[in-house]
């Protein structure tokens, strides 16, 4: 399960959070173990497309978020995109998200990395 981030204070700890990129996403992140669950925003911007093309974008990684949720580290997770992703294959968002992940630390050094 995850939660979104909504407050101010969400965003502030994700502004001193580290960025992450690859060639269709970019990640800020930062770990909070305070937190139940992760927390996770969306930033889409028109150069995505449409707004029916963000809100598919956005549902698809709400989803690959969810895929991963249980093996994720607490914390604030921002997710953006570069250029037209709706394009893109949802495997092969799937493959650069995990990638992301990976990078940044989410997963927990006890579990192994999902596919």
């Known amino acids: 399960m995850i939660d979104s981030c909504r407050s101010r204070a969400d965003f502030a700890a994700l502004r001193r959070g580290r960025r992450f990129d690859s060639e269709l996403l970019w990640m800020s992140f930062t770990a909070d ?3 139940a669950r992760p927390r996770v925003a ?5 150069r995505a497309g ?3 093309a963000r809100n598919r974008v956005r549902r698809r990684l709400r989803a690959l978020f969810r895929e991963h949720a249980d093996d994720l580290v607490p914390g604030r997770y921002l997710v953006g ?5 709706s394009a893109v294959t949802y495997r092969r968002a799937r493959a650069e998200l995990a990638r992301l992940l990976e990078i940044a ?3 927990p050094r006890t579990k192994s990395t999902p596919t």
């Open 33 to 35: 173990a305070r937190l």
């Open 42 to 46: 969306f930033a889409l911007s028109r």
């Open 50 to 52: 449409t707004a029916v």
């Open 81 to 85: 995109t570069r250029g037209a992703v």
């Open 105 to 107: 630390g989410a997963f």
